[in-house]
């Protein structure tokens, strides 16, 4: 079966990860200007994290869910919050403003 968020326009950014299995490392795509979006499932929830410049501990920014049906929409919007910041020449700004 293919995942719903295999249908998700990922704008300029490059996937260099997809798995479907339900487990920590599901999906990773890199963005301009040193971004990432970052999926996965941990314990009893889907999380997507925006990160910059591999700062892991300090995400910019943070989506959850429970429910798989929300994933579409919660990675559609963490896409266009990151393509703005990536390509935006505030990025500073934005990151500090999340």
């Excluded at 929830?45 to 943070?62: E, M, N, Q, S, T």
Aim: hydrophobic share 40%; with cysteine.
């Amino acid at each position: 079966m293919v995942q719903a968020w295999r249908k998700v326009d990922f704008g300029t950014g490059t996937v260099t990860f997809l798995d479907d299995t339900q487990k920590e490392d599901m999906l990773q795509v890199e963005y301009p200007n040193g971004f990432l979006l970052d999926m996965g499932w941990y314990q009893d929830r889907y999380i997507i994290l925006v990160i910059r410049d591999f700062d892991w501990a300090h995400p910019v920014k943070r989506y959850e869910t429970a429910d798989r049906d929300q994933l579409p929409a919660l990675l559609t919007e963490a896409v266009r919050s990151v393509e703005r910041a990536s390509q935006n020449d505030k990025v500073e700004k934005w990151c500090k403003e999340s």
